[in-house]
């Protein structure tokens, strides 16, 4: 079972302010680096991702607003359900992670919201969870406490680095002590497959309002 735990370590796009953390690196793979850091007054570690892609801003975008495509390469995500699409550039969704019993599995609503700076081109992408859109279930635990943030830079030679911050509580009985000791798998599983969700032809014309 500890293997699954990890999957929620990689389920929201969302972080808050990098400069509150130590960032210690845990594990490195394939030109990932994943790093946790203890976070006062909570008993889960941040996890922030340092890594190089190869694609466009605009095809990574693409990618990350693609909804039904999440369980493609989000480790053990069961189903993602877009709710409403407010823009391009902004949409709420539902997901459903699937773990194996006798954990129980867990869902949340994220809104995603992206945006560029005009200068630099360097994209944000924001997601945190939100209540409301779909009724609490009572045989899913559901995760409402979670803050992230992707911040994406262009690169030579058609690369992109991205900066991967998040702090998520699962909710539930799941014990810190686990979540924190498989902290850094679920995020490199999620970004292997991610690499190789970046290369399916769907994705070869990126996001239109995403300025590469």
């Not at 990890?6 to 394939?30: C, G, M, N, V």
């Not at 890594?51 to 989000?74: H, I, N, R």
């Not at 391009?88 to 194996?100: G, R």
């Not at 200068?119 to 409402?144: C, H, M, W």
């Amino acid at each position: 079972m500890h293997k699954y735990i990890a999957i929620f370590l990689l389920l929201f796009k969302i972080s808050p302010a990098a400069a509150q953390y130590d960032w210690k690196l845990k594990t490195e793979k394939d030109g990932i680096k994943v790093y946790t850091s203890l976070v006062n007054g909570s008993k889960f570690k941040a996890i922030k991702v340092d890594a190089e892609l190869d694609a466009s801003l605009s095809q990574l975008v693409k990618v990350l607003l693609d909804v039904k495509g999440c369980p493609d390469w989000v480790s053990h995500t069961k189903s993602c359900t877009l709710i409403k699409q407010v823009s391009p550039a902004e949409l709420y969704y539902y997901s459903e992670i699937d773990v194996p019993w006798p954990a129980t599995n867990r869902d949340f609503v994220a809104h995603l919201t992206v945006r560029q700076n005009a200068e630099t081109k360097v994209v944000t992408v924001d997601g945190p969870a939100v209540a409301g859109f779909v009724p609490v279930k009572d045989d899913i635990v559901r995760i409402t406490a979670s803050k992230g943030e992707w911040v994406i830079s262009p690169l030579a030679k058609g690369k992109v680095r991205v900066l991967y911050t998040l702090m998520v509580d699962p909710a539930g009985n799941i014990p810190a002590w686990l979540i924190n000791l498989l902290a850094t798998q679920g995020p490199m599983n999620s970004f292997q497959g991610l690499k190789k969700q970046l290369q399916k032809p769907e994705y070869a014309q990126g996001a239109s309002f995403i300025k590469d």
